[in-house]
């Protein structure tokens, strides 16, 4: 079957009317990389909906035969980019803003261990694509025509190790660099040069395994840092040498440190299945800096569906809470509110509203507030997916896009 899909280009796609590319002259829409331009889940986009109907948005269109997997969506240049496993491979796929495919490019095998699918979602910078399967294999694409460019197995030049359910970081673009965690006995994360793919500096000294975040990179006080997740820690990174700045312990149940870290206003806030959400400052003194933890909040514990941060509040959904939705006040730790809500649920931010998806597909627009939860619209995805919706809603340029196992939905949420 991946034969015939690579060669002839055959794939299962419906398309509404409607559905076309952005009007000429107007700046085409972007999210390069996980979790947005800034890194923050938040969708710079206006004009949207502020109530769905009763039956949801329209759909513009939907493509299948993606493959299986979790990765989210990333968009530049007119194109949306996804990965998924088909016929033991990991394949890379571009679609139009019609729906249609574009091209297709193989990375390396197929994670088909515990809970198979493909983890990452592409990067994208400077008309390029970047991407490191779950076995660790970075390649460089063409973001037009799917070109391999350069390819490296950061577990086999670093000395790296895997985990439980397989590398799941979304690489990051630091200038001219990729930023890679193989998590090795001694290089714990690594920049390449992004137009060859040879090493710049490798940071010694984490110890630790790999966890399954995505760094977060940022300035502050003049110092900039790349701060990720490892297994049962958490570490900060000088951006410019690998030098380790700090590290900080933060077990998890199975190494589960998955959900991306949160700069915010001089703080980092991070938050696991076993550990819960914890506040750490940062203390920059020239090029060194220290942390110290400025609160624990145990019941906040997000396994892997993302949080936003509103207005000097968290929201996000818990792990363990029999009421799922939380809101914390990022000052101070308190719990604002807790609610059923849809359950559990990936989420982002857009134009004044949150957008979730739940494990079962449930979709709700929340307004949020630090008084109580409020649905302003709801629907539910189609049937007909195998597995649970994990990838993470992403909302640019009018539409939202949803992904559950192999077939990406697009619909319309502006306000015309």
Request: proline content about 6%; hydrophobic content about 40%.
């Amino acid at each position: 079957m991946l034969a015939r899909l690579l060669t002839c280009g055959v794939i299962v796609v419906a398309v509404c009317a409607g559905a076309g590319p952005a009007p000429a002259g107007e700046a085409l829409p972007a999210w390069p990389q996980f979790h947005g331009p800034d890194q923050t889940n938040r969708s710079p986009d206006t004009g949207l909906l502020k109530a769905w109907p009763e039956a949801g948005p329209p759909l513009l269109w939907k493509t299948t035969g993606l493959g299986h997997g979790f990765a989210g969506v990333s968009i530049a240049g007119g194109l949306v980019y996804t990965t998924g496993n088909v016929d033991g491979k990991t394949l890379i796929t571009a679609v139009g803003f019609d729906g249609r495919v574009v091209w297709r490019t193989l990375n390396g095998p197929a994670w088909t261990r515990e809970v198979a699918g493909t983890r990452s979602t592409p990067t994208i910078d400077a008309g390029r694509l970047y991407h490191q399967n779950a076995d660790g294999d970075l390649s460089c694409l063409e973001a037009a025509t799917g070109k391999r460019l350069w390819h490296v197995n950061t577990l086999e030049a670093f000395g790296g190790r895997n985990i439980k359910w397989g590398l799941s970081e979304s690489v990051v673009i630091d200038g001219d660099r990729v930023i890679a965690t193989p998590g090795g006995r001694e290089v714990g994360l690594v920049a390449l040069h992004k137009h060859s793919g040879k090493p710049v500096w490798t940071c010694t000294g984490t110890r630790v395994q790999p966890g399954y975040a995505t760094p977060a990179v940022f300035t502050h006080d003049g110092l900039r840092q790349i701060v990720t997740c490892m297994a049962s820690t958490v570490v900060g990174v000088h951006a410019d040498t690998g030098r380790l700045l700090w590290q900080a312990p933060y077990p998890a149940k199975f190494d589960e440190n998955i959900v991306m870290p949160l700069f915010h206003d001089g703080h980092v806030f991070v938050t696991s299945r076993t550990t819960g959400g914890r506040l750490l400052r940062l203390k920059v003194d020239g090029q060194a800096c220290t942390v110290e933890a400025v609160w624990s909040a145990p019941d906040f514990d997000v396994q892997h569906e993302g949080i936003v941060l509103i207005d000097g509040y968290l929201y996000g959904t818990s792990m363990r809470r029999r009421s799922a939705w939380m809101c914390l006040d990022v000052a101070t730790g308190r719990t604002a509110w807790t609610a059923d809500g849809i359950g559990r649920a990936s989420v982002t931010w857009a134009d004044g509203h949150i957008y979730a998806v739940s494990h079962g597909g449930r979709v709700a627009l929340v307004k949020p507030s630090p008084k109580a939860y409020e649905e302003v619209g709801t629907f539910q995805l189609p049937s007909g997916g195998k597995g649970p919706v994990w990838a993470h809603p992403v909302v640019i340029g009018g539409r939202l896009y949803l992904r559950h196992a192999d077939t990406l939905f697009c619909y319309d949420v502006s306000a015309k």
